[in-house]
């Protein structure tokens, strides 16, 4: 079992920054490959972005690539999302979660899930 702890969401004007920390406890860390989504409200969960195990490979989704940047930190067992430039259609829940076999855009391919940090971005 992986557990996942996510913090750092809140409110932010549009343009402004956010950084959002998922912290893992359980199994080994760097056994998993991290990913973020984020689901807005009566939308589906969406992907954001991945990060290999080793932090050597990220990817973005083109909504937010460039803004938006993932790092980890294995001896911490935490992975981030630093958010800029935000905006108001970034508002939403969003989720890291860990998968065991690959990377990956599909929800479905990752194991565990944490509970959830609420972004809003105010016009």
């Known amino acids: 079992q992986v557990q996942l702890v996510e913090s750092g969401g809140g409110l932010v004007q549009t343009g402004g920054s956010l950084r959002l920390s998922c912290a893992a406890s359980?199994?080994?860390?760097?056994?998993?490959?991290m990913g973020w989504f984020r689901q807005a409200t009566g939308k589906e969960r969406e992907f954001v972005g991945w990060?290999?195990?080793?932090?050597?490979?990220?990817f973005y989704a083109e909504s937010v690539e460039g803004r938006f940047t993932i790092s980890r930190d294995n001896a911490k067992n935490t992975v981030c999302l630093q958010m800029n430039s935000l905006k108001p259609e970034d508002t939403a829940v969003y989720y890291c979660?860990?998968?065991?076999?690959?990377?990956?855009?599909?929800?479905?391919?990752?194991?565990?899930w944490g509970q959830g940090t609420q972004v809003t971005v105010s016009s």
């Open positions: 979660a860990a998968a065991a076999s690959m990377p990956a855009t599909e929800a479905r391919l990752y194991d565990y």
């Open positions: 359980g199994r080994t860390f760097s056994d998993y490959h």
């Open positions: 990060i290999n195990w080793s932090g050597e490979y990220t």
